[in-house]
């Protein structure tokens, strides 16, 4: 900051021009600053003026959201701000929707529920703020300082939130585990970053991205003699991707999701289970199509000199995309607890939100941010319907709760099993517009190695829907195990209907959302890559050799 | 002076060593500290690097990783007092309310 007082040597221009990139975040710092303060002036017992206050937070950073879009992104254009350490462009700004998105609807969510608990405290609601700050700042940030300190700010947060019922043995565990899981992969995925550091010479995304072909050259020359950097990349490469498949819970790193998921506060695993997967998402996204687009293919070799071709982080994420879905359905089947069947059905969204980033065309794009906007609508509505069984003595969180719910609240019933089947994929809901898209891009690519993986793709979220469908046999068919009614609190009423009426509407008239992401997909520097160019004159398709082509 | 691969070997060393310990030990405040061993492995190859090409931007980084590991350490440690106060026993094998 001081450098940019010196460089500019003008206050007002950077108040103009860089400050505004960053108007949403500062917003939001300033509310969840204002909510500690205004948590200690109110009596124990009255805090819910911090939630009205947090809400009010998220609408301006909302509104100032915006207006960034308008005044710069809406025609395709983006700017880069800080010393080219964060820039707005549409897929910024689109993410940053979604977390705001979900925060506001978490925080709608929560009100009741910290009371159920007996934990209404200011400082929760601050720290939902926070972590929104830190994912905004990932959607934004193209350098790997700005993308590590914005996923810690994040991280920190949710550990807090997730051991936030501290009086609650099982918060405890589920909040030590997050955060020795959490920790430890921040370290693997910043090794990562200290490697690729140490090969090109910056932390700055595009001067990486710039760096690469050259060095992952098999006749690399520095120093007047050939080395062979290909596999230090590799290995720097496989370590981030390690570290982001923690964050985004993919097998084989998922063991943390289901203990965090079914431990943590209800509320705050609605909020971890949409808004920190779609953050470590835009992240992924911004760490391997920005930073990375040259190692997706595979890295050429030399014939004449027996240098082999290494296979790309496509391969990588094919495979863990596939081992992700199906490991998420089969270990969901069997679950008795909601939260835990619905963690290990996140960890299956994830596998499919991965499809996008891997057909690398504009279809799959479009279908990795819709489907991330759509799963943070339609998770977060079910994990309300979860949140409104909880009562006086009742957990709520075990398959028999949901008994017989037809008879206590029809209403409720119906918008959970719109939610249910639109994480299920069934149309008319916005589930399936979103599978559509990832699907279909995969497809397009017509590389059969991808289709297979779009086929096995269809016929998981077939299973899937067996364990959807379980939910709705208990709430329609079973008879009633407890006679306690479900009351709704009207903020959760409202955030409930909000989600459903944007997953109907979504699922039936997606055009705008539609228009919106694809812009996103289009932003620049998220490079497109054709598995196929090579198809037509050697007559082999499967990872044709030699680098993608840049848009 | 000492080459470059020296700083970075013993780094890649450090880094196994604090992995490793993640792995096989037990109790929670072992396992974070096996953690922070990890983190100042890579400060460590951040230095080297950063001297070895006269760039500022590693140095920098190694700044943040240590406050970022400083929040962390607040965070976590809180968390195990929390756990520690409602079990009596740090050893991560015995949380196991959680089925795993």
Redesign the interface.
């Known amino acids: 900051m001081l450098a940019l007082i010196q460089a500019t040597n003008d206050l007002k221009t950077i108040g103009d021009q860089v400050v505004q990139l960053i108007m949403p975040e500062v917003i939001l710092t300033l509310f969840a600053c204002a909510a500690l303060v205004l948590d200690v002036m109110l009596p124990r017992g009255r805090k819910r003026p911090v939630a009205w206050l947090s809400l009010a937070g998220v609408g301006f950073a909302l509104v100032s959201l915006g207006f960034l879009y308008f005044n710069i992104t809406s025609e395709g254009k983006s700017r880069l701000g800080f010393f080219n350490m964060i820039v707005i462009d549409n897929y910024a700004v689109v993410f940053k929707l979604i977390f705001l998105i979900g925060a506001g609807l978490s925080i709608l969510l929560s009100i009741r529920y910290l009371d159920e608990e007996g934990e209404q405290r200011g400082e929760y609601y601050s720290l939902i703020l926070f972590s929104v700050v830190g994912m905004m700042f990932m959607a934004s940030g193209v350098d790997l300082l700005t993308l590590f300190i914005s996923l810690e700010l994040m991280a920190i947060s949710v550990y807090i939130l997730v051991g936030y019922t501290k009086r609650d043995r099982r918060s405890n565990e589920a909040s030590m585990k997050y955060f020795l899981l959490g920790a430890f992969s921040s370290g693997v995925l910043l090794y990562g970053i200290s490697m690729i550091y140490g090969l090109t010479g910056s932390t700055n995304l595009a001067n990486i991205a710039k760096a690469l072909p050259i060095i992952i050259s098999p006749a690399y020359e520095p120093l007047g003699q050939t080395v062979d950097l290909r596999y230090l990349v590799l290995m720097s490469m496989i370590l981030m991707a390690a570290g982001m498949f923690f964050k985004v819970a993919a097998v084989p790193f998922h063991m943390w999701a289901p203990d965090a998921y079914e431990g943590a506060p209800t509320s705050t695993t609605a909020f971890m289970s949409v808004a920190v997967k779609a953050a470590s998402f835009a992240m992924f996204g911004r760490l391997f199509l920005y930073g990375l687009p040259d190692l997706r293919d595979t890295l050429a070799g030399n014939a004449d000199k027996n240098i082999p071709g290494l296979p790309g982080w496509a391969v990588l994420l094919g495979v863990i995309a596939a081992i992700t879905i199906v490991w998420g359905n089969l270990a969901a089947l069997t679950q008795n607890n909601t939260k835990r069947l619905l963690a290990y059905s996140s960890i299956s969204h994830a596998g499919y939100t991965m499809l996008g980033l891997i057909a690398a065309n504009e279809t799959g794009y479009t279908g990795f941010i819709l489907y991330l906007f759509i799963y943070t609508l339609m998770n977060l509505g079910v994990f309300g319907c979860i949140i409104a069984l909880r009562r006086h003595g009742i957990q709520g969180d075990r398959m028999e709760d949901l008994n017989g719910l037809m008879k206590k609240a029809p209403w409720l019933t119906v918008m959970m099993t719109i939610f249910l089947l639109s994480l299920g994929g069934i149309p008319p809901t916005a589930g399936f517009i979103g599978k559509l898209y990832l699907f279909a891009g995969l497809i397009e690519t017509g590389n059969p190695w991808l289709v297979r993986l779009a086929i096995l793709a269809v016929l998981m979220s077939a299973v899937s829907l067996y364990y959807y469908i379980r939910f709705i046999r208990a709430m329609y068919i079973e008879p009633e195990t407890e006679m306690q009614p479900v009351k709704l609190a009207p903020s959760l009423q409202t955030a409930l209907a909000v989600a459903v009426l944007l997953v109907m509407l979504i699922g039936v008239y997606p055009q705008p959302l539609l228009r919106l992401t694809q812009k996103a997909a289009q932003a620049q520097g998220l490079k497109t890559h054709d598995y196929d160019q090579k198809k037509a004159d050697e007559g082999e398709i499967e990872r044709p050799p030699g680098a993608g082509t840049g848009r | 002076m000492i080459p470059l691969s020296w700083y ?1 070997g013993l780094s890649a060393l450090l ?1 196994t060593i ?2 490793v310990g ?1 792995f096989i030990k037990r109790n ?1 405040i072992t ?2 500290l096996c ?1 922070e061993l ?2 100042n ?2 400060n460590l ?2 230095v080297a ?1 950063s001297s070895y ?1 006269g ?1 500022m ?2 140095q ?2 190694v700044f ?2 240590m406050t ?1 590991a400083a ?2 350490a607040a ?2 440690l ?3 007092i ?2 520690f106060r ?2 009596e026993s740090l050893n ?1 094998d015995e ?1 196991d ?2 089925k ?1």
């Open positions: 970075l880094f604090g992995a993640v929670a396992i974070f953690i990890m983190l492995a890579v190859t951040f690097l090409f760039d931007g590693g920098l980084f943040i990783v970022v929040a962390e965070v976590g809180a968390i195990i929390s756990i409602n079990r991560v949380a309310s959680l795993l």
